[in-house]
C-alpha cells in the first residue's frame, strides 16, 4: 500500500454564518481553556475558500 498514492478526501459541511460563529466560539473556549485535545475531537477543520466570506461576516 504505497501512502502516497492515496486520494485524501474531505468531509464537507455547509453552516451558515451564525452557525460557523457558535462553532468558533467553542473553539476559542477550548483554547483558553487548554483543551487542545478536545479541539481535535469537537470542532471541524474550517476551510474558508473565499476572501469574500470573510469581509461578509465582519460586522
Known amino acids: 500500500l504505497d501512502v502516497h ?3 485524501l478526501f474531505y468531509l464537507v459541511v455547509k453552516l451558515k454564518l451564525e452557525e460557523f460563529v457558535g462553532h468558533f ?3 476559542y473556549c477550548l483554547i483558553t481553556n487548554k483543551k487542545f485535545r478536545s ?3 469537537t470542532v471541524p477543520l474550517f476551510i474558508i475558500e473565499s ?3 470573510i ?3 465582519q460586522p
Open 5 to 7: 498514492s492515496l486520494k
Open 25 to 27: 466560539q467553542i473553539a
Open 39 to 41: 479541539i481535535l475531537l
Open 51 to 53: 476572501c469574500q466570506f
Open 55 to 57: 469581509l461578509e461576516s
